[in-house]
């Protein structure tokens, strides 16, 4: 009896060791679960930022830049306002301006109106860099004759569908795709024949806007079947082709702060910009008759020799 008692005590305790040692054993599973769920969570929530940051910047070489589209809601309004409203007191300082090495040239040819004024065409491309610069100059000159609504920020491209690096990289800009312009003086007619986005399949860029058989003809009489972008024709009376200026001018900027520079006549982006701004306004004084007077000022009407 006392040998078979203690054996049952002997084997009490020993199912009671083994029963505590599995419970602590299963609680060390737990913990262990538990630890690596939490790595496997902290590592999701880090990949989904990242996609989050990915997306929000831009797409890899297969899509978009990298670079952002520069500023939206109420940031976007305040650029577009510095930019549309240059004072006339500092685009009178800035007159010539430097750096301004394409200026409007002479051409030729039966008048180009629409809407019974005369027409202002620009043919260009989201992702070219010297289209990026132009469109600076377009909109403080075109703002003197009327109104821009729907104006957003874009970048030029890095690199094409190829692969291949495009020079001055993600060039701070806008677009005219999808902008109105409302003037009683001209008609405006922009078209942004491809975007920033590389194509792969053909090794450039996604097609945009086409032109139409009549734009072709006006581009290809003027620019050549090869000519340069951005192009742009003045009422078939003056031209520009390619940038006015170099977009290096631009470099390491945002919209905020070259929107801001406008207003700063001694600054290179003003005697850039607003320099080229006034010679596009003396092609388009020219195209008025001078009107209106306030903006085709004696410092505007001067320029008309040069071009």
Not at 203 to 208: D, F, P, Q, S, V
Not at 253 to 273: E, H, R
């Amino acid at each position: 009896m006392g040998k078979a008692s203690r054996t049952k005590q002997s084997v009490s305790r020993q199912e009671r060791v083994a029963a505590q040692r599995a419970a602590a054993k299963r609680a060390e599973q737990r913990r262990n679960l538990l630890m690596a769920g939490g790595v496997v969570a902290v590592v999701l929530v880090v990949v989904a930022v990242f996609l989050v940051v990915k997306v929000a910047g831009g797409h890899n070489n297969s899509g978009t830049n990298t670079a952002s589209n520069g500023p939206t809601g109420t940031s976007l309004s305040s650029v577009v306002s510095q930019v549309t409203s240059v004072p006339a007191s500092t685009l009178e300082a800035v007159g010539a301006g430097s750096g301004v090495t394409g200026k409007p040239t002479t051409i030729s040819g039966s008048a180009l109106t629409s809407n019974g004024k005369p027409e202002i065409l620009y043919e260009g491309a989201e992702y070219c860099p010297y289209c990026a610069a132009e469109r600076w100059a377009m909109i403080v000159a075109l703002s003197r004759f009327g109104t821009f609504s729907g104006l957003s920020t874009i970048h030029s491209a890095s690199k094409d569908g190829a692969g291949q690096s495009e020079p001055y990289p993600n060039t701070p800009t806008w677009t005219f795709y999808k902008s109105t312009y409302s003037s009683q003086y001209v008609t405006f007619t922009p078209v942004e024949t491809q975007t920033n986005v590389p194509d792969s399949s053909n090794g450039t860029y996604t097609a945009l806007q086409t032109p139409t058989s009549a734009q072709n003809a006006i581009v290809t009489k003027y620019d050549g079947s090869q000519g340069s972008i951005p192009f742009i024709d003045f009422g078939n009376k003056y031209m520009i082709s390619g940038a006015s200026y170099s977009p290096q001018v631009l470099s390491g900027l945002t919209w905020s702060q070259i929107a801001a520079d406008l207003s700063n006549q001694n600054s290179p982006v003003a005697k850039a910009i607003d320099g080229t701004a006034n010679y596009i306004t003396a092609a388009i004084c020219k195209m008025t008759g001078n009107q209106p007077a306030n903006v085709c000022t004696t410092t505007i009407t001067s320029l008309q020799s040069q071009i």
